[in-house]
C-alpha cells in the first residue's frame, strides 16, 4: 500500500490557493477530498500534481 502526496491548486473568487493533499486513492481521490474540503465544483480545480508517495508496510496480525 502506498501514500500518494499532491499538491492541488482552486481558483476562488479572491485567487488562488494550493493545498497538499494525502491520498490513499490516487488523483482521483485528492479530487474528491478537494472538492469536499473546499465545497467547489471541479471546475474550481485548476491542477493537481503528484510531489510524492510513501510506501506503507502492513503489520501482520500473529496469534
Known amino acids: 500500500m502506498k501514500i500518494e502526496i499532491y499538491v492541488a491548486t482552486v481558483q476562488h473568487d479572491k485567487g488562488k490557493t494550493k493545498?497538499?493533499?494525502v491520498s490513499l486513492s490516487g488523483k482521483?481521490?485528492?479530487i474528491?477530498?478537494?472538492k469536499t474540503?473546499?465545497?467547489c465544483p471541479?471546475?474550481?480545480i485548476i491542477a493537481v500534481?503528484?510531489?510524492g508517495y510513501k510506501k506503507i508496510v502492513q503489520a501482520s496480525a500473529t496469534q
Request: charged letters at 35%; glycine letters at 6%.
Open 19 to 21: 493545498f497538499r493533499v
Open 37 to 39: 474540503l473546499e465545497n
Open 32 to 34: 474528491e477530498q478537494v
Open 49 to 51: 500534481t503528484k510531489i
Open 28 to 30: 482521483e481521490g485528492a
Open 42 to 44: 471541479e471546475s474550481a
